[in-house]
């Protein structure tokens, strides 16, 4: 089983609609989480990040941290055609040294 | 900033014949991670370093593949002898520090024929 589980998709939804992706995890140390997003043939960029339990907004965009369920959620409000592309979510904890990466989630929104 | 450099963008080699992708990180960032991402696998770690050590090369599928940080500008990876089944996308991201977010490069796109 896999550290870091992803919602696969793809995911396909016309412009304006509410998103949600969404990670499961399995390693309770981890404390750092960032949601990436990445266009066809470029490199992942990151999008959000947060430390511990709870929600952060910035903008259009909610990222949701639940430890006890060990779980993450990122929401997309008002989706719009330029939000298509992958989302892949990451996590880090003091005791891996490095990022594990969910396999992402393909989104299309559709004008 | 310039961010993390990558070259070449493409390389379409065949097979057997060695291939060396170069990574330029981010100035100041201490740590440097090699990634491959394919389809069916997605994203995989191949090897990072930090400060110019390699810490962690358990993700290099075989001693085909090999990696350096001769200094804190300048990375490689390389294949030889390069087989199909290495076609991917490989990636070198940095950070500036363990729990900061990764900056990754834009990849170069391995064609191995």
């Known amino acids: 089983q896999k550290e870091v589980e992803q919602d696969p998709g793809p995911l396909s939804v016309p412009e304006g609609a509410i998103v949600s992706l969404n990670c499961t995890y399995s390693?309770?140390?981890?404390?750092?989480f960032m949601w990436y997003r990445q266009y066809s043939r470029k490199g992942p960029e990151l999008l959000m990040y947060?430390?511990?339990?709870g929600n952060k907004e910035d903008g259009r965009f909610t990222a949701q941290v639940d430890k006890s369920s060990k779980y993450i959620s990122l929401f997309i409000r008002d989706s719009q055609p330029s939000d298509s592309a992958t989302y892949l979510c990451?996590?880090?904890?003091?005791?891996?040294?490095?990022?594990?990466f969910g396999d992402g989630t393909t989104l299309t929104v559709k004008p | 900033d310039a961010g993390v450099i990558q070259s070449p963008r493409h390389e379409v080699t065949e097979m057997g014949q060695e291939v060396t992708l170069r990574c330029k990180p981010i100035?100041?960032?201490?740590?440097l991670f090699w990634y491959r991402q394919t389809m069916m696998r997605g994203l995989e770690l191949l090897i990072y370093?930090?400060?110019?050590?390699?810490?962690?090369d358990s993700g290099m599928p075989e001693d085909r593949f090999s990696a350096k940080m001769p200094n804190a500008s300048f990375s490689t990876l390389k294949i030889q002898p390069s087989e199909p089944r290495d076609s991917a996308v490989y990636f070198c991201?940095?950070?500036?520090?363990?729990?900061?977010?990764?900056?990754f490069g834009n990849g170069t796109r391995l064609t191995v024929t």
């Open positions: 991201a940095s950070t500036r520090a363990a729990n900061s977010p990764l900056h």
């Open positions: 390693n309770s140390a981890f404390q750092y």
């Open positions: 947060t430390y511990s339990s």
């Open positions: 990451a996590m880090w904890g003091a005791n891996a040294g490095k990022s594990t």
């Open positions: 100035s100041g960032h201490n740590s």
């Open positions: 370093f930090n400060n110019n050590v390699p810490i962690d």
